[in-house]
């Protein structure tokens, strides 16, 4: 099988180092925009060759967009219009629904398959990838009625291979939760770090005094602006309900700080603490 | 030496076992005033015996409390009118300042040392306690200029005993600092754990769908509200004041997002990413 690489990051980095690990077969075609990256993904033995998209395309039986949602939007149409006959179409952008509805009036639409891993790190490029990166970690499926039998069996396969588990979900169902459950985190972090950079000017403060707690909540604000950005754009309509929300109980935990209720404000951490029970 | 652990959860049993490992001839008395924590902690070897607070101070050459901050404040002074003579008093609190003041004009206010270890995890209770906690990590030691000389340097050999990092402080900056890389780290946990319970009211969408980003930034939703709500009364000002910036910060993302300002947003990212300098 021949497989395109189109954007040769941490996770089309770690998509082609993973599947290489069990068919050593299979040959990975890198595009990148960045001569820089896809030169240091061919160094670092990503993909066999780069080549530019059309011709990447032409040449693939699965194509793989792990590129800005606001670029898979643009690019899906396009890429669909010169797909190869047998070919596959997938996406691994973090949010569904546009993408989904960019594909939609496409004639080749069952070619395509929408799909989300519900994996990454805090670090980007393809310096960043790794083989056992979407190893046991969720990948879900979106509007699989959309796809072609043929072409979801295929994604279905790929994602065994990789020792992913299958989820199957409605686009808009999917935006909405991933809203709440990672797009919501995200901001929560940039904008603690922003917060913390802002007061703390005497940085020396801030490496001694600062635990383990610090860093985990604060981690995810060196997350990746370019694919970040267009995150937080094609979900607005959730992304700003999920921060209204929490910005009013912040505002309540302040309220409660302001007034000495220490009763009412146990309440809420006791309530928040109810995560065990998810997180373990 | 007799040691006494007033608080046998997680850092006062951590603070026990620890210097265990180093002196097994020290001997360690346990004061708690729930039975339950107490039987477990002998239990578990944290401390040799468990004794009434009164009689475990007469007994100890060194004092150590480990309870919330509000509870440390109401026992430092009547600890200090029955402490023997050479005995010395130290505190694990995560807050400085009003504690500091308790002792402040206490005929004996150089026998005690006011310490902060930065450590500790979302568990407590005696079972979550183990010897290597405190090791390797910061300890903040608030208005030295107040201990005697011998009382300062037991607490600080204790401190070399256990691998910790000393560090020096006046008590009100501490508390301004520690608002920041600390306090609101857990408000901003709590409430984005109280967020997404109240939204997903199908947890299974939680469970399935939430990468590690929102465990990494959900975690301290877990700490204990006994311990946490004492710390933001006592930190009132500095915490309302980091909470306020932290919600004007996250209502800029909200108006970037609604406006669609994608350039804004990804200038307060790049802003954002700078915490990569400091976290590595």
Request: proline share 3%; net charge negative; glycine share 6%.
């Amino acid at each position: 099988m021949q497989i395109a690489i189109v954007g040769l990051g941490l996770l089309g980095g770690s998509f082609a180092l993973g599947l290489k690990a069990k068919h050593n077969n299979y040959r990975f075609i890198g595009v990148d925009y960045s001569a820089e990256h896809a030169a240091k993904a061919l160094s670092l033995h990503l993909v066999d060759e780069v080549l530019p998209l059309e011709e990447a395309v032409k040449k693939s039986d699965l194509i793989v967009l792990a590129i800005p949602v606001n670029a898979i939007s643009r690019l899906i149409s396009p890429i669909l219009d010169f797909l190869p006959e047998n070919a596959t179409l997938v996406d691994l952008g973090s949010t569904k629904e546009l993408i989904c509805k960019a594909a939609h009036k496409h004639p080749k639409r069952g070619k395509f398959v929408a799909a989300h891993p519900i994996a990454g790190t805090e670090y980007s490029g393809p310096e960043a990838a790794f083989a056992s990166l979407l190893m046991n970690k969720t990948m879900i499926i979106c509007d699989k009625e959309a796809s072609d039998a043929a072409s979801l069996k295929l994604v279905e396969q790929v994602c065994q291979d990789l020792e992913m588990h299958l989820r199957y979900m409605d686009s808009a169902a999917h935006d909405l939760h991933l809203a709440y459950v990672s797009h919501l985190s995200h901001i929560s972090s940039f904008a603690l770090g922003i917060t913390v950079l802002d007061k703390e000017k005497d940085e020396k403060h801030i490496f001694d005094m600062a635990g383990s707690g610090f860093s985990s909540t604060v981690r995810l604000a060196k997350s990746s602006p370019q694919m970040w950005g267009p995150i937080f754009t094609q979900n607005k309509k959730n992304v700003s309900e999920a921060l209204d929300s929490y910005i009013k109980q912040l505002q309540s935990f302040k309220d409660i700080i302001d007034k000495d209720d220490e009763e009412k404000g146990k309440e809420l951490m006791l309530k928040a603490n109810d995560i065990r029970r998810i997180l373990g």
